[in-house]
């Protein structure tokens, strides 16, 4: 299961059980950001999720530098090395959708075959579009490096999609495009929210939302238990915006290293009043440290890819 069905069966069953005998406290739902603990402490600023739910600096010195020191730092290369294969896993998304709906229902060899005709070109331009916001000129060897990676990432979404609208097919028989699209790339990628109700950001991006309103965040790095914030920032955000409901979130750890095939870890998040506490408390931690301008000193230990590095 690789960005198919995200959410197996087994865990949407198990959040059915939790709503029914747990359930979320109507005072935690995104909707209620004019009350209460969801209520933003500080107005006139407003954070992204990341501000918030990232713990790579343990003290949360980087929130100082970047809001009250007013501190600008480019993307290290592994920060640009990520974002391409959030654009890749976006463009690919977005390219099955164009190519059923240009070509028609085809099988699942020929959508394969289309989708990869020239993606070498389109996972270059990508690249050379994101490691121009770095500080220094990239080692030719790293680009091509995350080229051949991203290009492996396009084959295997590719693939996995094609299986996808063959399997569909097989099981229903023959139908429109617009259903096989709606049942095997049913997928929305970089779904905008506006999170400022909750003191977020007015254009959050929703790496995917998934239908039943599930909420998915991929990371390319290591595992952290801080990702599953991400899921409550976004669950709240999106219920701020839209007044519907999110109970699902999945983080998606994708690693496109030396490994012929790349590799995909799923986690499934129930997102309960436990995760959307934890979220608004670093929030209000956040908007505490600006308002009082307050420095929270330096870690024992630095994240060696924090792009405040030399500033500590």
């Known amino acids: 299961m690789v960005l198919g069905e995200i959410v197996s069966s087994k865990f949407a069953r198990r959040v059915r059980v939790f709503m029914r005998e747990v359930g979320v406290s109507e005072e935690l739902r995104g909707w209620n950001w004019d009350s209460g603990i969801l209520s933003p402490p500080l107005k006139g600023v407003l ?3 990341s501000d918030v739910a990232a713990r790579y600096c343990p003290t949360r010195r980087d929130v100082y530098l970047k809001y009250v020191e007013g501190v600008v730092v480019k993307p290290t290369l592994p920060m640009v090395e990520g974002r391409v294969y959030h654009n890749v896993i976006s463009g690919v998304v977005l390219e099955v959708k164009r190519k059923l709906y240009s070509l028609g229902l085809v099988s699942g060899y020929e959508l394969y075959e289309s989708l990869v005709e020239s993606c070498e070109a389109r996972v270059r331009d990508i690249v050379l579009h994101n490691v121009r916001v770095l500080e220094e000129e990239p080692r030719s060897e790293d680009v091509e490096r995350i080229v051949v990676r991203g290009v492996r990432l396009w084959k295997f979404l590719a693939l996995q999609f094609a299986a996808s609208v063959d399997r569909y097919v097989s099981v229903h028989g023959h139908l429109d495009v617009d259903s096989v699209v709606a049942e095997a790339v049913p997928h ?23 239908p039943g309103y599930t909420v998915v965040e991929v990371k390319t790095g290591s595992r952290q238990d801080f990702h599953r914030l991400y899921l409550a920032g976004y669950a709240l955000a999106f219920e701020a915006d839209k007044e519907i409901p999110v109970n699902m979130g999945v983080l998606i750890y994708v690693r496109a290293g030396r490994s012929p095939t790349p590799f995909f870890k799923v986690e499934e998040y129930v997102v309960s009043d436990e995760l959307r506490r934890e979220f608004i408390e670093a929030r209000d931690e956040v908007f505490e440290i600006i308002e009082n301008e307050r420095d929270p000193g330096k870690p024992l230990r630095c994240y060696p890819y924090c792009p405040y590095y030399k500033y500590c």
């Open 188 to 210: 929305i990628v970089e779904y905008k929210v506006d999170g400022s109700p909750l003191g977020l950001s007015k254009e959050l991006s929703v790496d995917v939302l998934y």
């Open 47 to 49: 954070l992204s999720v």
